[in-house]
């Protein structure tokens, strides 16, 4: 069976390697990193590295320990999360944990417990927690992952040994999906959009998010920004700061490739001929007031201002653009 291991991980996999080598794991890890990176992919390879019976790290093994957490049916590696629709991890998830920690391991070497959604732990779930990263028994680890520490109690993230996840370089994710994936200008803007998340890179390919972003952005150069802004009206709240967001990439592209005309690093190279006529067309300070429209406007639609007259004000803001983006 071949271990699946995040990619581009390969410095905090090495670090693990050399913690387990040298027996010196900690009682509790925080992954940290944006959705999509491969935070659970990282715990279930380490579980398999602590379970291993032929004390393999990292690697593909066909012991029965192995298999076992790779399929998730091993008894002493414990996953915990949010059920569905709730909000919060459940007390009873904490109570389970404590439970289990306090007894033997079934059949493994050790005990381990892995928290999904760290973040999602309400402040009684928190503090049972809490009590015993203070004193974890010697044979038990606890994995936390959540999206970042920021998120977590200040006393749980001190107790814990931080491994943060790093990005994929533009560069690279935009290679593997062409190369894996046969993308073309999907894997330009999904490389760039996700911040170097090959998961969530994929999950939006899925979805057919660049179809949805290719619509939004046509209609608007397409229609013109006074009857595009009216058209958002009938939208939800997160829907319009979704499209303000998109709008916002396609402006700092804009600035971008006016000042630099640098075009590799930008979100819509696809477009890039409106990109072109609109650079040839406003000048650097009108584009920024554009963005300090657009970013005005999206913190007061998040903060619950009227939306009608939030589009409008953006229609009037935006109304100079619309020759050229006939
Ligand atoms: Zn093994």
């Not at 928290?115 to 927690?129: V, W």
């Not at 109690?153 to 935009?174: C, G, K, N, Q």
């Not at 554009?290 to 007259?309: C, D, F, M, P, W």
């Amino acid at each position: 069976m071949s271990l699946a291991v995040p990619i581009a991980q390969d410095n905090l996999i090495e670090l693990l390697k050399g913690q387990l080598r040298e027996l010196a794991v900690a009682p509790a890890y925080l992954v940290t990193a944006p959705r999509g990176f491969g935070k659970e992919t990282l715990a279930r390879a380490f579980a398999a590295s602590l379970e291993c019976e032929e004390g393999r790290y990292f690697e593909s093994c066909r012991c029965p320990q192995c298999r076992k957490v790779e399929e998730g049916k091993h008894p002493d590696v414990h996953w915990y999360g949010v059920d569905e629709g709730a909000y919060f991890v459940k007390k009873a998830a904490i109570d389970d944990l404590v439970r289990w920690i306090g007894l033997k391991p079934v059949e493994g070497k050790r005990k381990v417990f892995i928290i999904r959604d760290a973040a999602r732990l309400n402040d009684e779930a928190s503090n049972k927690l809490l009590k015993t990263l203070e004193e974890p028994p010697a044979d038990s680890h606890i994995i936390l992952l959540a999206e970042s520490k920021s998120q977590l109690l200040d006393t749980i993230v001190s107790r814990s040994f931080e491994l943060r996840m790093t990005p994929l370089p533009a560069a690279i994710l935009e290679e593997l999906l062409s190369k894996e994936h046969g993308l073309a200008d999907e894997a330009h803007f999904l490389a760039r959009w996700t911040g170097g998340s090959y998961g969530e890179a994929l999950r939006l390919h899925e979805i057919g998010f660049w179809g949805l972003k290719n619509e939004c952005l046509d209609a608007f150069l397409k229609e013109g920004p006074a009857k595009f802004f009216e058209g958002l009206v009938s939208l939800s709240r997160q829907e319009i700061l979704e499209t303000l967001d998109l709008l916002m990439t396609f402006l700092r592209d804009l600035i971008v490739f006016k000042t630099t005309g640098v075009v590799d690093d930008l979100f819509h190279k696809d477009k890039l001929d409106k990109l072109e006529g609109l650079a040839g067309y406003l000048t650097s300070d009108e584009i920024l007031k554009l963005v300090k429209n657009l970013h005005e406007t999206r913190e007061a639609i998040s903060g619950n201002a009227n939306q009608k007259l939030a589009m409008n004000r953006l229609a009037v803001c935006f109304g100079g653009i619309k020759q050229c983006t006939r």
